[in-house]
């Protein structure tokens, strides 16, 4: 699939023409159809009115891991939107980002959510926190962490829980407590997509009776008519999904103003509201304020830096000698 979206993105065959440009936006899967139904109309409009050019898009989705690894291995994107800032820092190092991502409004995120747990309506086997998805016999999906960002934020969510409760029960955190719980829900997951979206095309056939998934996936199957019940753990984690204009792509396209314009633009009130809609929670303050009631606050939320940050996340969790990593290769048990 990877290879055919290579072929299908180039921009070696759309060179500009008068009085038109044209962005590659690179994404990962969960936020399709906000980008496809509302966002990128929406610039589109904009951008014509105030520079009476016309701005063309050609789009990408798969997994943020395999996204991040596609442009480094030459998909040509002008925009990478991805799940975590480790898949923009992987483009960054490869060369292909020049500037500082991160200096801009909110340190470059454009959207946020928190890992919830779906389930089906009614809540048949009665879940309420993480430890019910070790119980004998409960079935759990989630992806990969090797192919998607989603994993990962997953998999943080269920081991920094544990970490978050031991701490809450004892005044310490216990690292112990995290690999236990993890280990623990890990034993019953019986399939591991390539991404989030995946993942929920897999429980809405039927198979599964938790996933772990961002709340707006859930929230979004719910949108027209409620399909399941989106469980809140007492512990999870803040998500921060963040943007990046990739420097080397753009200078070859000679889109740049465009890319620029498309970049700020999703962090405009417009574009907030476009993702709130579609079950994401904003950054921006004002959007924030009017959407503080449809995004319940869990009680013992925790982000990233509760983790150590990134780099400490991923050599701990998911390296050679990672948590994750032994858990699934059997070598640390429940």
Excluded at 37 to 55: H, Y
Excluded at 77 to 94: H, W, Y
Excluded at 140 to 167: C, F, H, Q
């Amino acid at each position: 699939m990877l290879l055919l979206t290579l072929s299908g993105c180039s921009h070696s065959e759309a060179p500009n023409a008068e009085g038109t440009t044209q962005i590659m936006l690179a994404a990962y899967t969960v936020p399709k159809e906000a980008y496809q139904k509302e966002i990128i109309p929406a610039f589109q409009k904009q951008w014509k009115e105030k520079t009476g050019q016309t701005v063309t898009f050609k789009e990408s989705y798969v997994g943020s891991g395999a996204q991040a690894r596609a442009i480094v291995n030459g998909l040509e994107a002008d925009v990478a939107a991805l799940s975590l800032e480790g898949d923009i820092e992987t483009i960054r190092k490869a060369g292909l980002i020049t500037h500082n991502w991160k200096d801009r409004p909110y340190a470059g995120m454009i959207t946020r959510s928190v890992v919830a747990l779906g389930v089906k309506k009614g809540n048949p086997l009665g879940i309420r926190e993480w430890q019910d998805l070790g119980k004998p016999g409960v079935t759990v999906l989630y992806p990969s962490p090797r192919t998607s960002g989603g994993a990962m934020w997953d998999i943080n969510a269920i081991y920094g829980a544990g970490v978050k409760t031991a701490e809450i029960e004892t005044g310490k955190k216990n690292p112990d407590k995290g690999a236990e719980l993890l280990a623990s829900i890990q034993k019953n997951v019986k399939v591991m997509d390539n991404s989030g979206r995946e993942s929920m095309t897999t429980f809405e056939k039927g198979l599964g009776d938790v996933v772990v998934t961002y709340e707006n996936e859930l929230l979004l199957r719910n949108m027209e008519q409620p399909l399941y019940d989106v469980i809140y753990p007492k512990a999870t984690v803040l998500i921060e999904n963040p943007v990046a204009l990739v420097d080397k792509n753009v200078e070859k396209h000679g889109n740049r103003a465009a890319v620029e314009a498309f970049v700020t633009f999703l962090q405009s009130q417009e574009a907030q509201r476009a993702f709130a809609k579609y079950g994401f929670r904003p950054v921006v303050p004002e959007v924030v304020a009017e959407t503080k009631d449809k995004f319940p606050q869990p009680e013992w939320l925790f982000d990233i830096q509760y983790l150590g940050g990134w780099d400490t996340v991923f050599e701990q969790l998911y390296g050679p000698k990672g948590v994750w990593t032994e858990i699934v290769e059997g070598k640390k048990g429940a």
